[in-house]
């Protein structure tokens, strides 16, 4: 029993540090522990790993509360506005930010709690419809929008995606291309004199590479590092 424990503790350390010397300097390792336990971040923490992401906002603030203070927390799942509270208390960044009204809520919280929460357009690019996100032009409005004009609390650090979930290599690469082209654009234009938006997240275990090598600037990694979740 205790030996099998060892073996996966040890497994989560060198995942890491394989992963993170493959990245490049400007990519940084989001270590997605939904579904894990406390256990397992604390290894992951142990390793030297400081940011983390969490997808669901039950499990994200019970393991917050037991975990060291100086970790970063990435929320980056489908957030409902009558969420938006508990996790603006306890996140640094959001990479889901797929309505206006969710990002009003979350300057709106933000606000009244007094803190600066970095947040990230979520944009659709795969071929399903399930998932959640807007499309480019969609993007270009909100951020030319009164709405983004007006923000004291938000910041909007970037992009976030995620590519069609298929073997299809080419289709994954395509889909990580545009998005990549379209935040080369939106820093060209739109953003030219906001230089923190400057982020790109994409590439989860089964894409990084592909994504990386399209310029994400976020990898969001779980199960390569933890396991299969349950
Ligand atoms: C779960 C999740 C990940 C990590 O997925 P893995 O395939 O386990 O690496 C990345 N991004 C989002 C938005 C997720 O929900």
């Not at 009003?104 to 071929?127: G, M, S, T, W």
């Not at 953003?191 to 982020?199: L, Q, R």
Request: aromatic content about 8%.
């Amino acid at each position: 029993m205790e030996k099998k424990q060892n073996l996966s503790m040890s497994h989560i350390k060198s995942k890491i540090n394989e992963i993170k010397a493959a990245l490049p300097k400007e990519c940084r390792l989001i270590a997605v522990s939904k579904f894990h336990p406390v256990e397992s971040i604390r290894e992951a923490y142990d390793a030297g790993q400081r940011i983390f992401g969490e997808s669901r906002v039950q499990e994200f603030v019970v393991k917050q509360a037991e975990l060291p203070k100086d970790i970063e927390w990435h929320f980056i799942g489908h957030l409902q506005t009558n969420k938006v509270k508990q996790v603006v208390a306890i996140a640094d960044t959001i990479h889901s930010i797929d309505s206006s009204k969710l990002l009003a809520e979350v300057e709106r919280y933000a606000l009244k709690a007094d803190r600066k929460i970095k947040c990230l357009l979520q944009v659709h690019i795969a071929q399903e419809d399930t998932k959640f996100g807007f499309d480019f032009q969609e993007c270009r409005e909100l951020l030319e929008s009164d709405l983004v004009r007006s923000l004291k609390s938000v910041e909007i650090v970037g992009l976030m995606g995620m590519a069609t979930y298929t073997d299809n290599r080419e289709l994954i690469k395509s889909e990580f291309n545009s998005l990549s082209s379209f935040y080369n654009e939106l820093r060209q234009t739109i953003m030219i004199d906001k230089p923190s938006f400057c982020e790109l997240s994409m590439g989860m275990s089964d894409d990084y590479k592909l994504a990386v090598e399209e310029g994400s600037t976020y990898v969001r990694i779980g199960s390569t590092i933890f396991g299969v979740r349950q």
